[in-house]
């Protein structure tokens, strides 16, 4: 069982910056990913980043906004967050499943490992 802790989440003002970092027990062998879930809606996507790629993807709202990036060495994943609005207050979570391949990436419940997650507020 993979363990997953995500921290940085915190509270700031539209057009700020947050990095989020998800430090896991093992991470080499693994996708990962970041999703959010705000109070009343569904889990949803945000990024991701394929086992043994350099393969990354995103959901459209946060294209250009948001990086995803990996360091296997530390057992970490990162999420930078910049030009927060508003509507990326939610609660984040880090995901990390062993299978290969991109076309699963998006679907939550192609995931075995979760954290427990981080608060994200934006608001002035």
């Known amino acids: 069982q993979v363990q997953l802790v995500e921290s940085g989440g915190g509270l700031v003002q539209p057009g700020g910056s947050l990095r989020l970092t998800c430090v896991a027990s093992e991470l080499d062998d693994f996708a990962v990913a970041w999703f959010r879930q705000a109070p009343g809606k569904e889990r949803e996507f945000v990024a991701a980043?394929?086992?043994?790629?350099?393969?990354?993807m995103y959901a459209d709202p946060v294209k250009g906004r948001f990086v995803i990036s990996r360091d296997n060495g530390k057992n970490t994943v990162y999420l930078q967050m910049n030009n927060l609005e508003p509507a990326d207050t939610a609660l984040y979570y880090c995901?990390?499943?062993?299978?290969?391949?991109?076309?699963?990436?998006?679907?939550?419940?192609?995931?075995?490992?979760w954290g427990q997650g981080t608060q994200v507020t934006v608001s002035s």
């Open positions: 995901a990390a499943e062993r299978s290969y391949g991109t076309r699963w990436l998006r679907d939550p419940g192609e995931y075995a490992h």
């Open positions: 980043a394929a086992r043994h790629s350099t393969t990354t």
